[in-house]
């Protein structure tokens, strides 16, 4: 059964720095697409950035040159380092793994989610 289990959420100051990771089991993750969605409140569900199994990453544009998505291939791990964070950076952050084209924000190739962690930056 596959497992993703969130950490690195938090609150922070807007400008500041905040990492999440992710950590998978149970599936063979090299093979494997990861990224991050995000939801705020009243908001729609968007993805974040993609990696795919070969190290090619996409972003949404309003990330773009602030975040950074990683994945350790060793450890099963993937990481979204958010730099420079915003007031509207503020949601719950979830992790996912599925098909190849989930880098470019098709929602149906997600196959799973994870239970998400909480992101609030304040101004």
């Known amino acids: 059964q596959v497992h993703l289990v969130e950490s690195g959420g938090g609150l922070v100051q807007a400008g500041g720095s905040l990492s999440v990771s992710c950590a998978a089991s149970g599936m063979s993750f090299t093979d494997r697409a990861m990224g991050w969605y995000r939801q705020a409140p009243g908001k729609q569900r968007e993805l974040v950035a993609g990696?795919?199994?070969?190290?090619?990453?996409n972003y949404a544009d309003s990330v773009k040159g602030r975040f950074t998505i990683s994945r350790d291939n060793a450890k099963n791990t993937v990481t979204l380092q958010m730099n420079n964070l915003k007031p509207e950076d503020t949601a719950v952050y979830y992790c996912?793994?599925?098909?190849?084209?989930?880098?470019?924000?098709?929602?149906?190739?997600?196959?799973?989610w994870g239970q998400g962690t909480q992101v609030t930056v304040s101004t």
């Open positions: 990696i795919n199994s070969g190290d090619s990453t």
């Open positions: 996912v793994t599925g098909r190849q084209g989930l880098r470019f924000g098709f929602e149906s190739a997600v196959e799973y």
